[in-house]
């Protein structure tokens, strides 16, 4: 089941393109990759993904819901974890929390027992009364995350979240993310660290100078650059000549 549909998505930019006629879908139980060279679109993709930018052609659904109509609604559905964590520097852990909650409308029961669940996961025990500025840079991110998980959103994007994390921190991620798909979730994973996007993700959307490269599971991309067995980090060179565009 297609969680995510963008369909002919074009977002122009004075003479130049930011992204042009991106056409792909998240389901239900998948991660999907997002990697390109920077300047490939990446960021503005993302954007529109959540409604921050109109596209001038395209659209996006979520669900059977289109983004720019739906609005409120369909964004309840998406969680969204920044490459920069954007927090209140003077608000604690909790009341990061209970902010959102409010926002979200959470009961306040199912609030508190999803609360707690997070707080040990992230390892965010004795530091809930912890304004955000006095925070680790690890300890920021957990709370990102934190925040962008709090409403169960079925859909998460997430933006280069492993920044700051320990090894420890990110092999619990990456087992969280695979939960979430698990679960009949979806997660679109923008990463520069293909070798962890090679174990993590499901299939690979390859984005280059704000085009489509590629898309599909490893092996498909693997045929498609002529590089059977290699890794997708090789594959990803090829596709994108390189990866030395600005």
Do not use: W
């Amino acid at each position: 089941m297609s969680l995510l549909k963008v369909e002919g998505l074009t977002k122009k930019y004075d003479k130049h393109f930011g992204v042009e006629d991106l056409t792909f879908t998240l389901n239900s139980g998948e991660i999907l990759g997002l990697v390109g060279p920077n300047g490939a679109g990446k960021s503005t993709s993302i954007k529109a993904l959540l409604g921050l930018i109109q596209p001038e052609r395209g659209q996006v659904l979520v669900g059977p819901e289109q983004l720019s109509i739906a609005g409120v609604a369909a964004k309840q559905m998406i969680g969204y974890i920044p490459e920069f964590p954007v927090l209140y520097s003077d608000l604690t852990v909790r009341e990061h929390a209970h902010f959102l909650g409010m926002a979200y409308g959470i009961p306040e029961p199912e609030f508190q027992a999803y609360y707690g669940e997070l707080v040990e996961r992230f390892h965010l025990e004795g530091k809930e009364d912890k304004a955000a500025v006095h925070l680790s840079k690890g300890m920021e991110q957990k709370l990102s995350m934190l925040c962008a998980l709090i409403h169960r959103p079925r859909i998460l994007i997430a933006d280069e979240p492993f920044n700051g994390l320990d090894p420890q921190g990110q092999r619990e991620f990456k087992d969280l993310l695979r939960e979430l798909a698990n679960e009949g979730g979806g997660v679109l994973l923008c990463t520069h660290q293909l070798d962890t996007a090679e174990r993590v993700c499901d299939r690979f959307l390859i984005l280059n100078q704000g085009r489509q490269a590629a898309v599909g599971t490893l092996p498909e991309l693997q045929a498609a650059s002529g590089l059977p067995g290699s890794s997708l980090e090789d594959v990803f060179l090829a596709l994108t000549g390189g990866g030395k565009h600005a």
